[in-house]
């Protein structure tokens, strides 16, 4: 990770986002919230059974119709733009203002934002709806900021729309502006089973229902997926039996682990 | 179980449902009804593949353009309402008069009818329609019929609308207004995987092909993915070896083992 | 295989057959293609994680608004009728007309054609808009050709249509009207996890991103899924750990091993 000079990373807090991020998982399992996922048609099954796994309700409907019943009843919302069509751009428009009305905390990840021109945009006017989070990778960040991905580009967006970025990577940048954290955990194999940064996302949602500051919320949910994917990658074969390790590994998750494992910086 | 004094259990009757589901299973490996499922998104891909290990060809299209051909073409029909959409509910209208006309037994499975009103009201149109049964759980059933969760109100429920009503839980209950069943296998895991609830209901369509008596059908298709749970238990580690190991074990379930296995009250 | 009086397999061509396949899959993983599928909602998910388990980048959406840049930006394309609806169908005379107008090679999959008449009617048309190859299944060929599916036959429609046939069975025929090869690689469970010939045709569509001759590349296709299903199979207990492993035997399968195993004729 390369540090800029204005955004020394501050030690004293990160030190303790391994242990915020215990908290965190904890309180998934004693609470079990509810996190309604606007997600693509790839990632709705994984996304669930991540969420089932970490002690969370998922729901999953797309429905212009239903959304706002079900975004009101939520602790957290994921809107994720992969296999975006009419029906999931509608729903999201109602999602994000009954999430802004009922204060439902929400994650915007830009899926592929650097394939679809149309997307794109549709994902800066979203970015200006209030999102607590972004999660998104290298591509999607130059594509959505029109800026270089590097450390100082995202702080700067995260200051500049008020939200907390999360750039997925060898190492994951989490930047809310003043602040800026990186996690050195994961494994490769995770780039090799489909919707596993959606997933992501998704952790990072409920984990908005756990922990009011957004910025520990977001290195929460990609550190409790991060050592996930470390310990489960020590267990499988290739991404087959990776995708189902990760998700015994999320149940079985303990704390001590979490906190051991983690690699902050 | 709290067993109301009105609906004694039919231990006569009880006694030969584990037999029975025996049966239904063999014909189901015999026979490979096909069954076609409108079903949420989410479930889709895990449904088929319970289908596929139990022995029956599914078949998933929800556009109401081909809708009729397939269920006319089909040995049975699942309608449930996850993930409604406009598309899924003009199929279903059209799928279940296709049924009705051609004797097409059908399965509702109102999935989330406790968080959506307009859901709910559509799932009270459709129990008019004539489903066969009605596989739900508890939350599902106090929306639905908006009573308590009871035995009683489950096989007053069933009465009134002449199904067969299937209530997951602890213990699942099948009544018909006449006959109570209840089934006591499963195991926990079994809602940490997502679509398990989804696919048991469309278990419960594939016995109708098999198994004319509604209420026999239903605890077969019950007992079948119970037993099979609790055996595919013992070898996970989580939930994602549980809901591969519930596939492996679906497919290879033999039929002592099931009656041997089945707690049937 | 029967084998038809005019088209004796060109065992010079057929035995490097095994050859090509490993070169394509080599290339697979250098280069990494990126292969755009318009695919049914049954089949997204785990044909994404084949294709990323041979070292392709998959896109998924459906929507006629995005789908143009996407297909645009990709290096092969899939049309598969499952699940068809009027959006999959908007989508994909987009999708073809931007894969004639920017060469992108494509591969037609029509799925349950034998199941819905307008379904057969519109893989008809789309036939005669220029795919590379067509994959599909014995019921599927007799219903879109309206002829038995003799490799006869076979050849005969591909010559008509200027295509190559990839006809999927115990053994598999692939024919471009002056060649045929059979593959006899494969396992009966392939036919127990629900998309697996889906995936075979994304494979298909990949392998022409690497290879210009569609004839080898379809073959490519098809042995490579076939011997990962071979060896898979050898370490499943059932349909669901079959799943998994076939996922990790994509990923690991070496080249010596794709051409030892290869059973072309």
Known sequence: MHTPRDLT????????LAEAAATVLARLRARAPKVHCITNAVAQNFTANVLLAAGCVPSMTVDPEEIA???ARADALLVNLGTLDRERRAATEIAVETAGKDNVPWVLDPVFVDRAPPRAAFARVLVGRGPRAVRLNAREFASLAEAEPTAEALASYAKT????????G??????????LAGIANGHPLMAKVTAMGCAGSALVAACLAAEPDPWRAAAAGLL????????????AQGPGSFAVAILDTLYNLDEPALIQRAKVT
């Open 161 to 168: 729309h008020a939200t907390v970025m999360a750039l997925s």
């Open 224 to 235: 409790i997926i991060g050592v996930a994917g470390e310990l489960a990658a020590a267990k």
């Open 9 to 16: 990373p501050d030690t004293t807090r990160s030190a303790d």
């Open 170 to 179: 060898e190492t994951d940048l989490i930047a809310d502006g003043t602040r």
């Open 69 to 71: 019943a079900f975004v």
